[in-house]
């Protein structure tokens, strides 16, 4: 599975978006980029997934760049309880003999500010 | 539902000791899996199970077992427990093993002296 490379920490003002960019240089055809976060001492959640084309579900957004080297995370309307480290994933999907073994780094914690 | 359950919440174990961390899911899901997470660092994976009576070993499985009897049941046992066992432990389980969510439990937090 690729690396993935994210910033450490980011500030953010309730109420605005927040966005988190993941860049993932070296991802194969075949690899999805995954958001997952986890907030603080909780198990993590999913977010959401994308391939190629940029996806939105009632969490977030995901946008991913044209070569795929780098993807953005978007909160539309951050709130306090989005506080959290937010982990960006690359791994391959779907494909025979594929299992779901998630490689986590150490993600960005997003601090939202009142 | 329940979702993915862990037991205990909190353990302290003497060096040396045995135990085994529970995790149980009512989904019915074939794909279940242990992490664990030591402080400032990601979740690495121990060792998962892709159905009943299969697992495999994943990043860091030393130290540690695990057996699928069950679909519902992936248990983790620590056999001698070291002071590097020190962590949150996660156990999570997926439908399968390709699917694209998977469901977290809220952890087991370890303590060895």
């Known amino acids: ?5 994210q910033p450490p920490s980011m500030d953010c003002a309730e109420g605005r978006a927040a966005n988190l960019p993941c860049n993932h240089s070296t991802i194969s055809g075949n690899e999805y980029v ?3 976060r986890q907030i603080h001492s909780q198990g993590p959640q999913y977010i959401i997934h994308g391939l190629k084309n940029n996806e939105t579900n009632e969490m977030a957004s995901l946008i991913i760049t044209e070569d795929r080297k780098s993807s953005t995370l978007i909160l539309p309307h951050a709130t ?3 506080t959290a480290v937010y982990y960006c994933i690359v791994r391959v999907f779907g494909t025979r003999g594929a299992t ?3 490689i986590f780094g150490t993600g960005t914690l997003l601090a939202v500010q009142p | 539902n329940a979702g993915v359950t862990q037991t205990p919440k ?3 174990l003497k060096t040396g000791q045995s135990m085994t961390l529970q995790c149980a899911q009512d989904m019915n899901h074939e794909y279940m899996s242990w992490y664990r997470q030591d402080p400032g660092m990601g979740l690495r994976l121990i060792h998962y199970s892709v159905g009943a009576g299969i697992t495999d070993q994943g990043e860091v499985p030393n130290g540690y077992n695990v057996s699928r009897s069950t679909t519902e049941d992936f248990p983790l046992r620590l056999l001698s427990a070291a002071p590097s066992q020190t962590s949150v432990y996660f156990c999570a389980s997926s439908p399968d093993r390709v699917s694209y969510e998977q469901y977290f439990g809220p ?3 370890l ?3």
């Open chain 2, 107 to 109: 952890g087991t937090r």
């Open chain 1, 80 to 82: 306090l309880r989005d």
């Open chain 1, 100 to 102: 779901n073994k998630l």
């Open chain 2, 10 to 12: 909190f353990q302290v």
């Open chain 1, 1 to 5: 599975d690729a690396k993935t490379t």
């Open chain 1, 34 to 36: 995954y958001w997952y």
């Open chain 2, 111 to 113: 303590t060895v002296t």
